[in-house]
């Protein structure tokens, strides 16, 4: 079983950053892709962003403001967000894809913007 835990969240003021990250447990099992989705109120979840070992890519909302990385060697992915606007207020999971595992989610953190 693979736990994923996700920290930063906060109260930030419209244009300003905040950055999350997102711990794996380790096991003996591989992680190949880390990613994060959010999801407002009313709202489905959606898309934000996955790394893996040879790519990063985006939703096309966000592109230029939030960037993912990864610490392979803490098991350890990160969401850098800048810019923030009010509509990026949500609860923002982070999730990670271990070999023959299924997807492995995490509990939330809430993110809002709001002067």
């Known amino acids: 079983q693979v736990q994923v835990v996700e920290s930063g969240g906060g109260l930030v003021q419209p244009g300003g950053s905040l950055r999350l990250s997102c711990a794996a447990s380790?096991?003996?099992?591989?992680?190949?892709?880390m990613g994060w989705y959010r999801q407002a109120p009313g709202k489905q979840r959606e898309w934000i962003a996955t790394i893996t070992s040879a790519s990063t890519n985006y939703a096309n909302f966000v592109k230029g403001r939030f960037t993912i990385s990864r610490d392979n060697a803490k098991n350890t992915a990160y969401l850098q967000m800048n810019s923030l606007k009010p509509e990026d207020t949500a609860v923002f999971y982070c999730?990670?894809?271990?070999?023959?595992?299924?997807?492995?989610w995490g509990q939330g953190t809430q993110v809002t913007v709001s002067s």
């Open positions: 999730y990670a894809d271990k070999t023959g595992l299924p997807r492995q």
């Open positions: 380790k096991s003996s099992n591989s992680i190949y892709a």
